[in-house]
């Protein structure tokens, strides 16, 4: 559900500063990690005792200087009672900015760790084929068999050794 709102928030602010400024709004936006790291800064956020102006003026003071669309930005989003927001809205920015430059992140997924020869030749073939640029990160699991996800573009593709044997045996039971 969050992810959901963060998108429109996202959304509403690319629509409103343009897709050239979205680097430095992320930049700007982002001078708040550290705060939105600590578990006081989430209490102070969580607390229904403290007003949401003075929320909104906290996170103001954290982030600084910015022009009026992103200090209007973070007062919509104190009166809303969303500024837990802000890190899932600079990740859906990130997103944006990434399908802008059409650059997306492959995530692979195996038991054993494939060599960095082998990893180039996956994502230098998979790039070419979605015509994208490609960053291909490998994730080690107990899973058997192999598992490519580039979510941003909603392409997964998958061989697992169960399900090829699961496969095998109807295909086997079928032919009799």
Same mark, same amino acid.
């Given at each position: 559900?969050r992810?959901l709102?963060? *998108?429109?928030y996202?959304?509403?602010l690319?629509?409103a500063l343009?897709?050239?400024r979205?680097?430095s709004?992320?930049?700007?936006? *982002?001078?708040?990690?550290?705060?939105?790291g600590?578990?006081?800064?989430?209490?102070?956020?969580?607390?229904p005792?403290?007003s949401k102006t003075?929320?909104?003026?906290?996170?103001l003071?954290?982030?600084?200087d910015g022009?009026? !669309? +992103?200090? /209007?930005?973070? !007062?919509?989003?104190?009166?809303k /009672?969303?500024?837990?927001?802000i890190?899932d809205?600079? !990740?859906?920015?990130?997103?944006?900015?990434?399908a802008?430059? /059409?650059?997306?992140?492959a995530?692979?997924?195996?038991?054993?760790?494939?060599?960095?020869k082998?990893?180039?030749?996956?994502?230098?073939? +998979?790039a070419?084929k979605l015509?994208? !640029?490609?960053? +291909?990160?490998?994730?080690r699991?107990?899973?058997?068999?192999? *598992?490519l996800v580039?979510?941003d573009?909603?392409?997964?593709?998958?061989?697992?050794?169960?399900?090829?044997? /699961?496969?095998?045996?109807?295909h086997?039971l079928?032919?009799f």
């Amino acid at each position: 559900m969050r992810e959901l709102v963060a *998108k429109r928030y996202a959304k509403a602010l690319v629509e409103a500063l343009g897709e050239d400024r979205l680097a430095s709004t992320l930049e700007w936006l *982002k001078g708040s990690e550290s705060a939105f790291g600590t578990e006081a800064f989430q209490e102070m956020l969580a607390s229904p005792q403290i007003s949401k102006t003075l929320k909104g003026q906290v996170v103001l003071d954290v982030l600084g200087d910015g022009e009026a !669309k +992103l200090l /209007n930005f973070i !007062k919509v989003l104190a009166d809303k /009672n969303r500024l837990e927001l802000i890190p899932d809205v600079c !990740k859906e920015l990130e997103k944006s900015i990434a399908a802008t430059r /059409n650059e997306y992140v492959a995530v692979l997924t195996t038991q054993e760790a494939f060599d960095d020869k082998t990893l180039k030749a996956i994502e230098e073939t +998979l790039a070419k084929k979605l015509q994208a !640029k490609l960053v +291909l990160s490998q994730k080690r699991e107990e899973f058997e068999g192999v *598992k490519l996800v580039v979510e941003d573009l909603g392409v997964e593709v998958s061989f697992s050794r169960e399900r090829f044997i /699961n496969d095998l045996k109807n295909h086997i039971l079928k032919a009799f």
